[in-house]
């Protein structure tokens, strides 16, 4: 089912399954995963008015024909802003596009200048063709389907490549609390993922986090702010 961006915002198919009770909001269709959660980190960083729906991982919900209609690519996060560009209601898919989108609306945390929104949006795609993929992948191999697999090399090059990448982090924040300077929307990706080391995956040994006091001291300012602690729980999961 192919993407289409509707003229009227109660056209979209996926209201059909979520409804709107705050159609003048940003509409987030999401989980509390990684991916999910820098969405939401982000609306609340940002201070844009949304409203936030489950969409669980099983297949009932992100391979259902309201949620592709919205997001081909049946993954969360997606959203709908009914303020998009010209005034009509635009909808999006991938985390880091819309990251950069929100954070072009909103004017906020993708730098002051230039040379300084590339900066962030490099270290932003650092996150979305690195550490996302590689992180995940070690993942699978280490807590998840791969881990039956009797074979050690694949668990073994996600881990060397998770301490490098882990290392790149380390070497940048010398000297500085954020990632590209100033805190962004690159922040607000990476530290989600940096989060399932101990979290999800319980790899935090495995890939010797403790070796890298920079990017802990990272995790840390990131997980004080009351913005983070807010998204981090949006959207709110089913008991």
Do not use: C
Not at 53 to 75: I, T
Not at 83 to 97: H, M, Q, T
Not at 98 to 110: P, T, V
Request: aromatic share 10%; net charge negative; proline share 7%.
């Amino acid at each position: 089912m192919s993407q289409v961006d509707y003229s009227n915002l109660s056209d979209y198919p996926i209201f059909d399954r979520w409804t709107a009770s705050h159609p003048d909001r940003i509409q987030l269709f999401s989980y509390p995963t990684p991916n999910g959660v820098k969405v939401s980190i982000a609306l609340e960083e940002l201070g844009l008015a949304y409203e936030p729906h489950l969409v669980s991982l099983a297949d009932e919900d992100v391979k259902s024909e309201a949620f592709l209609s919205l997001n081909p690519n049946n993954k969360i996060p997606a959203i709908i802003d009914p303020d998009g560009p010209d005034g009509k209601p635009v909808g999006l898919f991938e985390s880091g596009a819309i990251l950069i989108y929100l954070a072009e609306k909103a004017g906020k945390l993708l730098g002051s200048n230039a040379a300084e929104k590339a900066k962030v949006i490099q270290w932003l795609m650092f996150q979305m063709g690195g550490i996302g993929p590689m992180f995940g992948q070690l993942g699978y191999f280490h807590v998840y389907g791969g881990k039956s697999i009797e074979d050690p090399r694949p668990k073994k090059r996600y881990v060397q490549e998770v301490k490098r990448l882990l290392n790149v982090l380390e070497e940048q924040l010398d000297g500085q609390e954020w990632v590209a300077g100033e805190f962004s929307i690159a922040d607000i990706a990476i530290v989600p993922w940096l989060q399932t080391l101990s979290g999800y995956y319980e790899a935090g040994e495995l890939t010797e986090l403790n070796r890298f006091p920079r990017v802990l001291s990272y995790i840390s300012r990131f997980t004080e702010r009351p913005a983070v602690q807010r998204g981090w729980k949006i959207p709110a999961r089913d008991e």
